[in-house]
């Protein structure tokens, strides 16, 4: 059923799917500039934030996105004082539009004041339009990425993998990059973090039988399934964060953690979540991760926001605390 479900899309997407997907090709095949790789003077413990899907865009037009619960949460997020912000896709309604920009410029403003860093992942708004042009826009915000669409960033005890799911993460010179990546982890990683836009795991769908909803892209299911056989051999924790899909979700497979974190300011929209998700939730979940990380332990707490009474009010439904493995794992065959 998958299949027939996929081949449909790919036959409704047409001649727009042939000419992103020539732009994928070449972009994939294009070496990039330099290898990135991004050290941050920090140890455990420490704390960082994890969220995307924000859709910066004039607050005038609430149909793009929900302007409110946006600008609480980058207050929120600044209050809290992260070593760093990862972003993961869609920052923008339109990477093209010089405007979008200048509002995320001006909506995050205190993010610069207390020199936050934010290492953002490429989502599909960040691409819309003259991808040339997107991408200057978003590397302008970005200058430290020095032109990399996929980078790495070591903090104390974690090692974190930002890739860019516009291409296919296990093939071509990204994919490669990542194998070489895990294949060389360095003794005093405890924690591997995946950052991408599309989620390898989600239980929304593109029915959108409540309103909103993507199905994971079979790119993503080779990425999910490559980082599952390799944590059998790991002894740190793989943990992928992802967005897209318009709320939170925690998975567990193969020993892998897969948070959605999608609640950035993109509307909202409840999901149908498969009976054995570890989270449940019939609401929409305005909301970022605070991540805090201490020496062989990692604890992720949802943080969400409702507007609904007309003030602010903050909960925490969930939270997960991942412990590394005492022992490294034996690799296969041995």
């Not at 607050?59 to 996105?65: G, H, I, L, V």
């Not at 978003?138 to 960033?153: A, G, I, Q, T």
């Not at 707490?301 to 590394?324: E, F, K, Y």
């Not at 022992?327 to 041995?334: D, H, I, L, M, S």
Request: proline share 6%.
């Amino acid at each position: 059923m998958k299949f027939i479900q996929r081949l449909t899309i790919v036959a409704l997407l047409g001649c727009t799917a042939c000419t992103r997907s020539n732009l994928q090709t070449q972009r994939q095949s294009s070496p990039p500039p330099q290898r990135v790789e991004i050290r941050l003077p920090v140890s455990a413990p420490f704390h960082f934030v994890v969220y995307g899907d924000s859709r910066f865009h004039d607050p005038k037009d609430t149909e793009a996105a929900n302007p409110a619960a946006r600008q609480g949460l980058v207050k929120a997020i600044a209050q809290t004082n992260p070593a760093f912000i990862s972003f993961g896709g869609d920052i923008v309604y339109n990477g093209y539009d010089k405007d979008d920009w200048k509002v995320y410029d001006s909506e995050t403003a205190v993010w610069r004041e207390k020199q936050i860093p934010v290492y953002p992942a490429l989502g599909n708004h960040d691409l819309h339009g003259n991808e040339e042009v997107a991408l200057g826009n978003y590397f302008e915000r970005f200058p430290e990425l020095k032109n990399s669409l996929y980078y790495s960033v070591r903090a104390a005890n974690t090692l974190m993998l930002v890739l860019d799911s516009a291409l296919d993460e296990t093939s071509g010179l990204q994919g490669q990059w990542l194998t070489q990546k895990l294949d060389n982890l360095p003794d005093d990683v405890d924690f591997v973090l995946i950052v991408l836009h599309h989620p390898p795991y989600t239980s929304s769908s593109d029915f959108k039988m409540f309103g909103g909803g993507h199905s994971p892209r079979w790119q993503e299911i080779n990425l999910a399934e490559m980082l599952e056989a390799r944590q059998q051999s790991l002894r740190a924790r793989i943990i992928v964060f992802s967005g897209h899909v318009h709320n939170y979700e925690r998975h567990e497979h193969g020993g892998v953690t897969y948070f959605v974190t999608g609640g950035a300011g993109a509307h909202a929209y409840p999901i149908e979540r498969a009976k054995d998700d570890p989270f449940q939730s019939k609401e929409v979940n305005y909301h970022y991760l605070q991540v805090e990380d201490d020496t062989g332990r990692l604890k992720i707490t949802m943080n969400r926001l409702d507007l609904t009474s007309g003030t602010a009010a903050w909960t925490q439904p969930d939270s997960v605390m991942i412990s590394v493995s005492t022992t490294k794992a034996a690799a296969p065959g041995r």
